[in-house]
Nanobody, 129 residues
Framework: QLQLVESGGGLVQPGGSLRLSCAAS????????IGWFRQAPGKEREGISC????????NYADSVKGRFTISRDNAKNTVYLQMNNLKTEDTAVYYC??????????????????????WGQGTQVTVSS
């Protein structure tokens, strides 16, 4: 079994917070960069954050910078996305993905979907008053 599973989504009011988790089964995350993507209705799937295998290289999309924080705990085989000050436009299905990205190119390529090998099934985040 080779699997990524997202959890932690739900309904939250604007300005609220959620923490998403991405847990790996069947493989270790130690050697993989982990990206978070989201897809809103009628929109393309977009990269919002990525963390390198060792956790030392982190990237955010401008739309979430300063509000979202990505982190990882390789001992728990889990990556987290803390989402604060949520906005209505954050409503989307959120996916995590694992890829063996070249660290030297990570800052330039992390948002490209075809660079990731494994994808979770997504968790719904709805921000509404």
């Amino acid at each position: 079994q080779l699997q990524l599973v997202e959890s932690g989504g739900g309904l939250v009011q604007p300005g609220g917070s959620l923490r998403l988790s991405c847990a790996a089964s069947g493989f270790t995350m130690d050697y993989y960069a982990i990206g978070w993507f989201r897809q809103a209705p009628g929109k393309e799937r977009e990269g919002i954050s990525c963390i390198s295998s060792g956790g030392g290289n982190i990237n955010y999309a401008d739309s979430v910078k300063g509000r979202f924080t990505i982190s990882r705990d390789n001992a728990k085989n889990t990556v987290y996305l803390q989402m604060n000050n949520l906005k209505t436009e954050d409503t989307a299905v959120y996916y995590c993905a694992a890829g063996r990205l070249n660290l030297l190119l990570l800052s330039r390529l992390w948002h490209q979907r075809d660079k990731y090998d494994f994808w979770g099934q997504g968790t719904q985040v709805t921000v509404s008053s």
